[in-house]
């Protein structure tokens, strides 16, 4: 119910909220903001002020969609990151100078107009669809508004209404603009281009002592050791403490015994039947069937087909009279005509599978694997309990999962569950939940065990923290030896593509080059800057639409460590550039123009009406909120 508050409390148009969210920056270049004086309001402009229960509500609808958006309620910190107090001081102050607006020009409604307008919204509306006065008393109630304050804020909605529709109501985008985007989106381009890769330098050999230790100590960052921790922990599962071994033969016979309706296996029969569209036309088949004539020949002569149902159990036949009749078939019989759902239907069992029992030598097994599982499940409760009472008790970690029969395993991870070797730690349980644990606790604290399945948990214990530091290079020698190689070979075949660069660009020919290298040229026909990015690569695209016919570009190729050299041949721009320009585009740039608008008569208001913003005011609505 409050949700439906608050969307009406907010009903402006949907031009008003995106174009005052939109303006929200210009409201900071005012010149007499944060004055502090009255503490009960938060701002004004002009003679209009905004309420301390202005600001509280706004704030709490920001809040509410940032918390939507984070899965919890923000803190104030993330709420300050997030500029949700910019915002809404922007919002309210760009309302308030159009209210102010609206007052000097002498904007209004009549109350029976105002009237009108509350009763038409469907919050307030019973379940025939009326204005209930009780529905309106409900839902202010709930979410702590005053009718006064709500209809106040009703008259202030259809105030800048009136405003923001005289600015923007129908608002069209210029033709050339339109033209122009129908250009940029439909011209289309065909691009030759190669393929070249590390293959074509010389392969480079390992550096000197003395330029290997240049290059780490210049890139030593990118060889930083994370943040290790240290940290024991205790899996319990049913799985693990189960053991079918515990269980006798007579808990396996009995419980076959109890439980043998889930090992028969039901009578199934594979049925095909033929529906016809009256009764009359069913007779007559049934009377072939009768003569003599094959099921098949009989469903040809009357135009109907066989349908196929294949082997089903009873329960399996939707309709109660077909599967009674087809369970009452012999094997290669034909029923007489049934009356089903869908109309008459002549039915035939092609092949009966009797019903079965798997015997108890076959399942003995699987039943006592289950019954084990059981019994696991009471065990694992019992040794959840111990480990509980000894941790409770003041025994440490090792001491309370032992006496809880439980094997503790201790590693050193970093935050994403590796090794100090940069190798994932295998078999890590509920991995996630477990590694965020212990990034966020402290040694000598007592975890809460995180629950994972339906009965198992796992315990930890922080043991020690190794902060994030350099490493030396005889620590990663073999890594920064490869990757200096790897930059070397880059810079290399940069240094040969740009000079097979400058030698297409001189009237050279991209299939000499193709042949020179090794690799075959290819040919992108006819692409646009949207659709080449998929053959290409988005930055060749940008690349080859950032000149004019023979533009000659490198870009990153398709997989790493390659590049591409590419050349234009063809330029072709749109016959018809505004088919080029989609609704909703067009929709979008409408948007825009409008945005702008807005923006600058906010703008103008904000220097036509003294501003002020009042921090005692904004500190004391938002302990409204506390």
Do not use: C
Not at 186 to 196: N, P, Q
């Amino acid at each position: 119910m409050l949700n439906t508050l608050r969307d009406s409390v907010k009903g402006w148009t949907a031009k008003i909220l995106l174009g005052l969210l939109v303006l929200s920056f210009a409201v900071w270049g005012i010149g007499d903001a944060f004055q502090t004086g009255n503490a009960t309001t938060v701002a004004s402009a002009g003679d209009t002020e905004v309420s301390l229960q202005d600001y509280a509500l706004a704030y709490s609808r920001a809040s509410q969609r940032l918390a939507q958006q984070l899965g919890r309620q923000p803190t104030a910190e993330e709420a300050q990151m997030f500029g949700i107090d910019q915002g809404v001081i922007s919002q309210l102050v760009a309302g308030a100078v159009l209210d102010e607006q609206g007052r000097n020009i002498g904007l209004g409604l009549s109350e029976e107009q105002l009237a009108r307008l509350i009763a038409e919204d469907p919050s307030f509306h019973d379940a025939s669809g009326n204005f209930s006065r009780n529905a309106f008393r409900n839902i202010l109630a709930n979410a702590g508004m005053s009718e006064q304050d709500y209809i106040r804020t009703k008259a202030d909605e259809a105030v800048r209404t009136q405003i923001i529709d005289a600015i923007a109501e129908g608002v069209e985008t210029p033709a050339a603009f339109a033209t122009a985007l129908g250009l940029y989106n439909g011209e289309r381009r065909t691009v030759e281009y190669v393929t070249l890769s590390p293959s074509i330098v010389t392969p480079v050999a390992d550096p000197s002592d003395e330029v290997l230790a240049t290059y780490f100590e210049e890139n030593k960052a990118n060889y930083a050791a994370p943040e290790y921790r240290s940290f024991a922990y205790a899996l319990l599962t049913p799985e693990a403490l189960s053991d079918p071994s515990t269980i006798t033969d007579e808990q396996v016979a009995a419980d076959y015994e109890q439980h043998r309706a889930n090992y028969v296996t039901p009578e199934q029969r594979r049925v095909q039947q033929v529906v016809f569209p009256d009764r009359a036309a069913a007779d007559a088949a049934q009377a072939q069937l009768e003569a003599g004539t094959a099921f098949e020949v009989a469903a040809v002569q009357a135009g109907r087909s066989i349908v196929d149902l294949g082997l089903v159990a009873r329960s399996a036949i939707p309709d109660q009279a077909l599967a009674d009749a087809a369970f009452a078939l012999a094997e290669g019989e034909t029923s007489a005509v049934v009356d089903g759902r869908f109309g008459p239907v002549l039915l035939r069992v092609s092949e009966i599978q009797p019903e079965g029992a798997r015997p108890m030598e076959e399942v003995s097994e699987e039943v006592r694997n289950e019954l084990a599982l059981v019994a696991a499940n009471d065990a694992a409760a019992a040794a959840y309990n111990a480990f509980e009472d000894a941790r409770a008790g003041g025994a440490d970690f090792e001491e309370a999962a032992r006496g809880a029969g439980l094997t503790v395993v201790t590693v050193e991870a970093d935050r994403q569950g590796n090794d100090r070797d940069e190798t994932p730690i295998a078999n890590l349980p509920a991995e996630q939940e477990l590694l965020a644990g212990v990034f966020e606790t402290e040694p000598g604290l007592d975890n809460v065990p995180i629950n994972f399945g339906s009965n198992s948990y796992v315990f930890y214990d922080l043991l020690s923290i190794t902060p994030a530091g350099d490493r030396s290079l005889d620590e990663v020698r073999d890594r920064v030896v490869a990757d200096w190689k790897a930059a070397e070979t880059q810079r290399l075949l940069a240094e040969r593509i740009e000079g097979l660069r400058a030698e297409l660009e001189a009237g050279g020919s991209l299939d000499a080059i193709a042949a020179e290298a090794g690799v075959a040229k290819q040919t992108a026909p006819a692409i646009s800057r949207q659709s080449g990015a998929g053959e290409l690569g988005q930055a060749a695209v940008a690349a080859a639409f950032g000149g004019g016919n023979g533009t000659v570009a490198t870009a990153p190729g398709p997989t790493p460590g390659t590049q591409l050299l590419l050349q234009v041949t063809e330029v072709a721009p749109p016959a018809d550039p505004a088919s080029n320009v989609a609704a909703n585009e067009r929709q979008q740039m409408a948007a825009m123009l409008q945005d702008d608008l807005l923006q600058s008569y906010v703008t103008l208001l904000q220097n036509t009406y003294p501003v002020s913003i009042n921090a005692a005011g904004i500190e004391n609505a938002k302990a409204m909120l506390r």
